[in-house]
């Protein structure tokens, strides 16, 4: 059967890099061809489903989304990023790439990057830079976090799932960090030394159109226990932002409308400012900051079915000539107010106090029956919710961030399997209603897991049909008699190759097996062989389209697709280099 396995592989890798059809359903399609032809049986067709590395991804991308919606270490993150100066590209690119390494360890790589790459395109509007000097490394930098760490990515459990059935032992939480970490280290270090010169400058889609948005007034004030206070406007990041403009500041009914970089900020302040609906959502997570609002609302606060809906004021509606305060807009809706725009025209003192016209758009926090009430009163001629851009439930903040910490913890010492502890606090997160059902359905990419478990049938496929056997002699004959470091080298070069057209996860169902009989083969410890193709499925730097991630960045950054490989190629010819040599230290091949 090796033959007709063969002609499935080749069209299945065809299928991949054209890249016209999903991948799932192109996986799909190779798994059932090999059933039908009789290269697999019907319990080799459905292991993947039952494989436990699915369960745990599933659990990860809970917990990551939990921590997007509650902006778990936003404080942290806006530490990091807020207060650096213009200029500075390669401390800044060190304040990127260093700690979302370090984080990617132990949080899946996809969910983390999904996390992550707002919050820095954000930073950047806020600063005036441009995303694309950044994202490009932050999604590289988390791919190589990833490979310190069993968990780090999907691809690590996969091929974990894979050792184990090999009868090769199932790898511990931490046994490729000696191999991780200094492959973590050289390419961050890399990525700063060279960034600066490879990266250019992109606009994104956002950026061009940023400049004929509406400007909305919104309200804040400074929390009581934020770092802002005590420290400058300057200081604080709010002087230059960029898209929105601290137009005023109250303090005890004092109002200071020319608003200087000096000016120093107090708990309890009201700051006004005024700029594009992007940019108004941005200040609502902006550690430090919080709506003005918040303070007359707890109940919504804390209500995770809240939303952000624009909402535009009909000529007739009996809002008209009312203010938000005389209206009773909180008790008559269930909502409030956090910013307004109005055309052609800024807005003058607090927005409780505005008297609203026909035509003024409002952005509204929504309680999760503002939908009812409005039909019910009919006060508004167009509601439009804002579902990519959810409001922070900062409350649960903290209980997210020690379960992260009990996650590394636990598993990292033993203490609980992965995929106990995953479970558990995917359980816990959602019965503690820090997420909802529909969140977590919502945070788990079903694609991905789809991926994994086909992708199982077709690697046994490959192995079964003897197909394996016989490309692990070709790759033996031309490399075996340069050594064991050479057929290292082959088999990692080959998988690089793979991944960077194809799946990071079909990658290593295909090659595994092969790098499994190029050991038995040559009479070396099959280990080594099955731990390098870890790196060479997840280390993909060459093109966007490689590994995740780098899809994800691509629009985001406005980036070229040759971006991708002008950065790429160093990182690549050091992981080429570096792994092999480090790989036999910790997994020999005797």
Known sequence: MPGWT????????????????????????????????????????????????LAIVAALYVLAGAADITGAFEGATSRLLGRTEQGRRRGELMRVCGPSAAVSAFIANTPLVAMLAPR???????????????????SYAVILGGSM???????????????????????????IFGIGLPLALGGIVL?????????????????VLAGTEREFTVEMTIAANSALAGAT?????????????????????????????????????????????????????????MSAEARHFDDLARNPQRQFVEAVIGAGSPLVGSSLKASGFRRRYGSAVVAIHRASEKLEGKLGDARLRGGDVLLVLAGPDFHQRYREHRDFAVVSPLSEDRPIRREHARTVELTIAALIVLAGTGLLDLLQVSLLIAFGLIVGRIVTLRDARSFIDVNVLLLMATSFGLGTAVEQSGLASSLANLVVSVA?????????????AATMLITEVISNTAAAALMFPIAIAVAEQSGVNALPFAVVVIFGASLSFLTPIGYQTNTMVWAMGGYRYTDFARMGAPLTLFVLV?????????????
Request: glycine residues 10%.
């Open 6 to 53: 063969l002609v499935v592989v080749v069209v299945t890798i065809g299928l991949l890099i054209r890249d016209r059809f999903n991948p799932t359903l192109v996986m799909g399609g190779a798994v059932l061809a090999v059933f039908v032809l009789g290269v697999i049986d019907q319990d080799q067709l459905l292991a993947g489903a039952a494989n436990e590395s």
């Open 120 to 138: 820095v395109v954000r930073w950047c509007r806020r600063t005036g830079r441009s995303p694309s000097l950044y994202l490009m490394p932050l």
């Open 149 to 175: 760490t069993m968990i780090g990515t999907s691809v690590n459990l996969f091929v974990n799932d894979l050792i184990d059935t090999a009868g090769l032992g199932r790898l511990s939480v931490f046994a």
């Open 191 to 207: 990525m700063v030394l060279l960034g600066p010169r490879l990266l250019r400058e992109r606009a994104t889609p956002g950026e």
């Open 233 to 289: 406007v300057a200081e604080a990041g709010l002087r230059n932002l960029d898209g929105v403009f601290l137009v005023e500041v109250e303090r005890a009914d004092q109002v200071i409308a020319a608003v200087g970089p000096n000016e120093p900020l107090a708990a309890g302040d009201r700051l006004v400012f005024v700029g594009n609906l992007a940019r108004v959502l941005d200040l609502q997570r902006m550690s430090g900051l």
């Open 480 to 492: 075996a008699p340069l050594g064991d470091y050479a057929l290292l080298v082959a088999v990692l």
């Open 578 to 590: 570096a792994t092999p040599a480090l790989v036999p230290i910790f997994f020999p091949f005797h």
